[in-house]
């Protein structure tokens, strides 16, 4: 995608199991993330940030370029040494419905979520030490509503578009800014 052209505005369902699988796997999603927090890297940089082999890096990088999630930088890359980054166009992914998939791929959607689920379990895990060592760039908000299917159903469409309009690449960032975290959690309370 050249940086000219608009962003996605239609959201993504991941419904071929096979991107599902690039994505639920914990190296792939640590390079991404990694690919978000700091920008553009080659297999080496990433290699050394993980504690990985490069082979093993560039492996996994071209996984993940095969299923369209990250992009050589071309005019960054000499030789042997290529560099990558997210690619922009998929900003609003969205898991598919169980229904979407076949039965023998929900699995997949299963892991996919499971993996997802476990950084989030990390991140909320870090939450009270990172407040307490910086209160203002650290929040968090709970609430109780009651809200129809369809009610729900807007609720996330606005949501993800507020988040969309504050998304911005490493490049893009005006001085000051930092990666954040942003997590909102949904689920029915029949647990009493």
Do not use: C
Not at 50 to 74: C, D, V
Not at 94 to 99: F, K, N, Q, V
Not at 181 to 190: C, E, G, N, W
């Amino acid at each position: 995608m050249k940086d000219d052209e608009p962003p996605h505005e239609q959201p993504y369902v991941l419904d071929d199991p096979e991107r599902l699988k690039a994505l639920a796997h914990p190296m792939r999603r640590r390079m991404l993330t990694l690919l978000n927090l700091h920008g553009p890297a080659t297999s080496t940089t990433l290699g050394e940030l993980l504690g990985a082999k490069t082979g093993t890096t560039s492996y996994h990088l071209r996984q993940l370029e095969k299923y369209g999630f990250i992009e050589e930088i071309p005019e960054r890359s000499s030789g042997r040494e290529r560099w990558w980054r997210r690619t922009r166009i998929l900003r609003d992914m969205r898991a598919p419905h169980p229904d979407q998939l076949a039965p023998g791929d929900r699995a997949v959607l299963e892991e996919f979520h499971r993996a997802g689920f476990e950084e989030d379990r990390a991140l909320m895990e870090r939450f009270p030490d990172a407040y307490r060592a910086d209160p203002d760039w650290t929040w968090g908000s709970r609430g109780m509503v009651r809200m129809t299917k369809e009610e729900l159903k807007a609720f996330q469409e606005e949501y993800v578009a507020l988040l969309l309009k504050h998304v911005r690449q490493v490049e893009d960032a005006p001085p000051g800014a930092r990666p954040l975290y942003v997590r909102l959690f949904t689920l029915p309370a029949d647990d009493g």
